[in-house]
Every structure is written in structure tokens, then in C-alpha cells.
């Protein structure tokens, strides 16, 4: 039986996730299908523009972008929540106690 004045004892940051689970692989196939959508739709998004040259530098910078973005957050996430992380990122602050200042209203 667990002892109820441990159970808020957890820290936030409390590391040790694995950064690579093969068992998680299919919870990857929403990121693949939103990346074959993303490279198929390149050629209807180039279309209208008349200097085609001047995209390759907008669709890299993007790209690269977005990656970091992503890759930040996750590793952030990874960091902060470890092995006990939800799927949905937002998931992970339902049980902090956010208090509002006295500016807050």
C-alpha cells in the first residue's frame, strides 16, 4: 500500500528516459503520415510562385526549423518528465498547482 504523503513527492525533473523504445514504433505513424503529406503538397505550394529558386532556401529553412523546434521540446519534455511522460504532451502539468499573483486578477 502506498503511502499517501509520498505520493506529491515526485520531482518534475526526474530524467532516466530511454531516448530510443522500438516497442513505441507505432506510435510514430501519425508524425510519417504528416511528413509524406508535407513532402507531397510541395509541389502544389511551389506552383503559383514565379522564382522558383528563390523557395529552395524558404522550404530548408522551415524544415530545419520545425526540426529543432520539435526535437527541443521533446527533449525538454524527455528531460523534465522521464519515464513517466504522457503521450500528449500537455498531459504532464494536469497535476500542478499554479498560483495566480496578486496582478493576476
Not at 504528416?34 to 529558386?53: Q, T
Not at 529553412?61 to 527541443?72: D, E, G, I, M, P
Not at 522521464?82 to 500537455?90: A, C, L, M, P, R
Amino acid at each position: 500500500v502506498p503511502d499517501p504523503s509520498e505520493e506529491d513527492e515526485t520531482p518534475i525533473i526526474s530524467g532516466g528516459a530511454p531516448l530510443f523504445r522500438p516497442s513505441g514504433m507505432h506510435k510514430m505513424l501519425p508524425i510519417v503520415v504528416f511528413a509524406m503529406i508535407y513532402h507531397n503538397s510541395i509541389p502544389g505550394l511551389a506552383h503559383p510562385v514565379g522564382d522558383k529558386k528563390k523557395l529552395r532556401p524558404i522550404f530548408i529553412s522551415t524544415t530545419v526549423f520545425c526540426a529543432l523546434a520539435y526535437s527541443l521540446i521533446g527533449i525538454v519534455l524527455g528531460y523534465a518528465f522521464g519515464d513517466s511522460i504522457e503521450q500528449s504532451s500537455n498531459l504532464n502539468w494536469a497535476h500542478c498547482a499554479w498560483e495566480a499573483g496578486p496582478d493576476d486578477g
